[in-house]
């Protein structure tokens, strides 16, 4: 190999190298953003999704834009995956959007009755059976009881 043909070598070897340090502190970067973003918009959202409904004393009802502001908030707090846990919805929150028939309240409540059902239909209470009613895994038998022991443990003295 030539002088000229190892220095290029080096030379791409170098530059790779250094591309990929560039690359990965931009990376770095660039992801720290995106988290420093969602947290902040994990935090607006459980503010919100927390909120009261406030009703209006003309009508006596609250605004379908409040109500689907709150549930919007919930709904983005869970599809964005937040740490920790979310704050119960208000009472309020509750009966207004179950009043205005929102869907992510329907879909919710749905959700959890077909989970529900296909928990205890699905989910075997017993063991599982062949064909011939012949468990599928045979039953391991019982250990014998231990012989009794003369060892007997007493507990360490008491540092002063």
């Known amino acids: 190999m030539t002088r000229g043909a190892r220095y ?7 530059f790779s190298v250094l591309l990929a340090t560039a690359n990965l502190l931009w990376s770095s970067r660039q992801y720290s953003q995106a988290n420093a973003r969602t947290r902040a918009q994990c935090q ?4 919100i999704g927390g909120a009261p409904i ?5 009508t006596g009802k609250a605004s379908v834009l409040s109500v689907t502001i709150v549930s919007d908030a919930r709904v983005a707090w869970h599809h964005l995956g937040c740490p920790g846990a ?3 919805p208000d009472p309020s929150f509750a009966h207004w959007a179950a009043y205005y028939r929102l869907p992510q309240v329907l879909v919710a409540a749905a959700g959890a009755a077909a989970f529900l059902y296909a928990r205890f239909k699905v989910t075997p209470v017993a063991d599982p059976r062949d064909g011939n009613g012949q468990p599928l895994v045979p039953a391991i ?3 014998p009881p231990s ?3 003369n060892v007997t443990v007493q507990p360490p003295a008491a540092h002063p």
């Open 8 to 14: 290029s070598a080096v030379f791409l070897f170098v």
């Open 44 to 47: 607006f959202d459980a503010d």
């Open 54 to 58: 406030a009703v209006n004393v003309a």
């Open 86 to 88: 979310l704050a119960p």
């Open 141 to 143: 038998p019982a250990a």
């Open 147 to 149: 012989p009794p022991s």
